[in-house]
């Protein structure tokens, strides 16, 4: 997303508000863009949102040609989603599918997803990962990263794999390799964040022997081929003042600098509701943050904190309250100024709260294409797992939040899934590729076979699975 100037948000909603005014008025308007070259033209469509180009285009026959040109709605698209989204997206397809791609269809499919597909992916034979939960993936480049996590035994790993997965739709099958020059202790729920392109910066997390920790590892990405990297681990020096200890907190990145972490499970087992940010401009550094309007998520642990881009702000969902309660709240951390946090409240009637995920700890939440967060499984107050998919619609948020948008139908979306499903499953990991089509997701706890909702039925999951977003192009 992109950071828009107070005068070009001025422009946009006066533009905009030319649709809804008397003919007249539109006739002179007309008349007088009638006198603007296409560049010009052009340039006035792109401060306009999705829907008022599609109205612009209906004016008149000599506008429709404009305004519904490949030219156009490319730029759109690059515009709302980022050249390297678009760019990472045209990798996925064949030269034939590049050839015939419709920017307008695809940002209307986009817009209008309401499917997915998903299968599992073959491991060649050797080694690859033993199952596990609370453990983390990223994708960095074309490869999976995989580190730690928790076992059967009561063990926390403290191993490192990666696997090669291109930029391709087809994956015949993952060969994952177990890589790292050092590595951090053993432990499960800690956070491990892509910072840039090369960079992981892992945070916390609970050992063996139930200690939280708070120690600061970067792992360096060493690309030695395009098929083969290492990486070498180490600890980040951040001087005396960072985050008390802590486990099953939420972490992301915010720009190409900056770690978020929030809430988690501190020394006493009890769940804290503290946000820091890891500045990495310099000398790496921790700084609490206190927010100027004292409004901040309750403490809570098993949530997700998704960035969604250049606007600097990111977005939680859900965990598990301070009374072992599951939430579905969203909330809205902007680091632009002065920090703060802002609830993002539905208002939505007591007869259509199915319109928004039920409450959920153990999730996923990975940014896809079209700036849409999809959140994946988890489990419920009574550790009831799930296998459900639901998107939020980042830019309908924000319209709505703005006041620009009256409704907030849509803006949550339950998923339809196509192919294989997978278990119920919850403290998984999962990552989208650069593109946003694809989600990778490994592991997790899942529903056993003899009583799904005990302890005893509970076991750890090793499959690897591929998420596409089905945009029938």
Known sequence: ???????????????????????????????????????????????????????????????????????????????????????????????????????RKLYEKVSMLGSLSCRRLACKDGAFPKPRASHSLNLVSDWLVLFGGGCEGGRHLDDTWVAYVGSGRTIPMLTWRNVSSGHPGGRFGHSCTLVGTNSLILFGGINDSGSRLNDTWIGQILRESPYNIKILWKPLEVGQYMPPARG????????????????????????????WVLDLSGPACWQQVRTANRSAPTPRSGHTLTWIGGTRMAILFGGRGAGYEALNDVWLFDVAGQPRWKELKFNIAPNLLDRMPPPRVGHSASLTLGNKILIYGGEDSQRRRKNDFWVLDVPGLLQYQAGLKTDTKGIW????????????????????????????????????????????????????YQVDLILNL
Not at 85 to 94: E, G, K, V
Not at 248 to 275: E, P, Q, Y
Not at 448 to 464: H, I, K, T, V, Y
Request: with cysteine.
């Open 1 to 103: 997303m992109r950071n828009q100037s107070h005068s070009s948000n001025c422009s946009k909603k006066h533009l905009h508000s030319t649709s809804m005014a008397s003919p007249s008025y539109a006739q002179t308007l007309t008349s007088t863009l009638e006198h603007l070259d296409h560049d010009h033209i052009t340039s006035v469509l792109l401060l306009l949102p999705f829907d008022s180009i599609l109205a612009f285009a209906l004016t008149c026959k000599k506008f429709r040609s404009l305004a519904l040109s490949v030219s156009l709605w490319e730029l759109v698209c690059r515009r709302d989603w980022g050249n390297g989204t678009i760019d990472s997206f045209l990798a996925t397809l064949s030269d034939k599918e590049r050839t015939d791609l419709s920017y």
């Open 413 to 464: 979306k339950h998923l339809s899934l196509v192919g294989e499903s997978p278990s119920f499953r919850a403290f998984h990991g999962a990552c989208a590729d650069l593109s946003g089509r694809f989600l990778y997701v490994f592991g997790g706890m899942v529903d056993g076979f003899l009583q799904p909702p005990e302890a005893n039925g509970l076991r750890f999951d090793g499959e690897s």
């Open 248 to 275: 099953a907190h939420a972490a992301c990145c915010i720009g190409d600098c900056m770690v978020l972490v929030h809430g988690g499970i501190g020394f006493d087992g009890l769940r804290v509701g503290d946000t």
